[in-house]
C-alpha cells in the first residue's frame, strides 16, 4: 500500500473550477495506477477517473467526461484531478486511490490504498 493525502476541496459556485491534489509517500508510486473516486451522502462510491502507471493511459465516468482531466507527476509523487465547469451534482467527498495494477480499474474494491478524502460542494 501507499500512503495518499487529498487536498484541494473547498466550496465553489457551479460553473467554476477546482483541482485537487493527492499526495504519496514512498518509493513504488511510480508502479501505482491512480483513480480517483466520490462519495454523495446517502449514495455509494462512484469512480470518476484514473490514470495507469504504465503508459499514463486514463480513463473517465460518463459523468465527468469532458470536465475532469487526471494528471500525474511521477518526480513529485503526485495525482491531480481538475475539475471544469462543475456542477451542483458534483459534490461529494472525493478520495484518491492506488493499485498495483497497470489497468484503469473502475472498481473500488480493486484499489488498495486510500487517503481520507476532501469534500467539494458546488453551489447553484
Known amino acids: 500500500q501507499v500512503p495518499l493525502v487529498e487536498s484541494g476541496g473547498g466550496l465553489v459556485q457551479a460553473g467554476n473550477s477546482l483541482r485537487l491534489s493527492c499526495a504519496a509517500s514512498?518509493?513504488?508510486?511510480?508502479?501505482?495506477?491512480m483513480g480517483w473516486f466520490r462519495q454523495a451522502p446517502g449514495k455509494e462510491r462512484e469512480f470518476a477517473a484514473a490514470?495507469?502507471?504504465?503508459?499514463?493511459?486514463?480513463k473517465y465516468a460518463d459523468s465527468v467526461k469532458g470536465r475532469f482531466t487526471i494528471t500525474r507527476d511521477n518526480d513529485k509523487n503526485m495525482v491531480y484531478l481538475q475539475m471544469n465547469s462543475l456542477k451542483p451534482e458534483d459534490t461529494a467527498v472525493y478520495y484518491c486511490?492506488?493499485?498495483?495494477?497497470?489497468?484503469?480499474?473502475?472498481?473500488?474494491?480493486?484499489?488498495?490504498?486510500w487517503g481520507q478524502g476532501t469534500q467539494v460542494t458546488v453551489s447553484s
Open positions: 486511490a492506488g493499485t498495483r495494477g497497470s489497468y484503469t480499474e473502475t472498481r473500488p474494491d480493486a484499489y488498495d490504498s
Open positions: 514512498g518509493r513504488t508510486f511510480r508502479r501505482y495506477t
Open positions: 490514470i495507469s502507471w504504465s503508459d499514463s493511459s486514463t
